[in-house]
Nanobody
């Protein structure tokens, strides 16, 4: 049984940093896609970043390029999102997701077959 458990959310002032972690268990594939999505109140869930665990290919939404870094520790099977220079508009619930059915990453939510429970990030001005 696949489980994704996020941690690391919290409250921070604008300009600060946070690191999110997503511990994955039960995934037996060596190459699959993992991603971070976020959903702000009253808005649709959107992709933040993706990473192919086999090729290390990454994708970032324009809104976070240069500020966020997605990484994956294969030994720990843990996905990270290092967030720097945080802005109030980054406030959202952040979700970890995995697509174990493809060898390449997509930004479409429908492609991801496993989701974490979400962790709240609040950035104050």
């Amino acid at each position: 049984q696949v489980q994704l458990v996020e941690s690391g959310g919290g409250s921070v002032q604008a300009g600060g940093s946070l690191r999110l972690a997503c511990a994955a268990s039960g995934i037996t594939y060596s190459r699959y896609c993992m991603a971070w999505f976020r959903q702000a109140p009253g808005k649709e869930r959107e992709v933040v970043a993706t990473r192919n665990t086999g090729t290390a290919t990454t994708y970032y939404a324009d809104s976070v390029k240069g500020r966020f870094t997605i990484s994956h520790d294969n030994a720990k099977n843990t996905l990270y999102l290092q967030m720097s220079s945080l802005k109030p508009e980054d406030t959202a619930t952040y979700y970890c997701a995995a697509d174990t059915r493809s060898w390449y990453c997509s930004t479409l939510q429908s492609r991801f077959n496993y989701w974490g429970q979400g962790t709240q990030v609040t950035v104050s001005s």
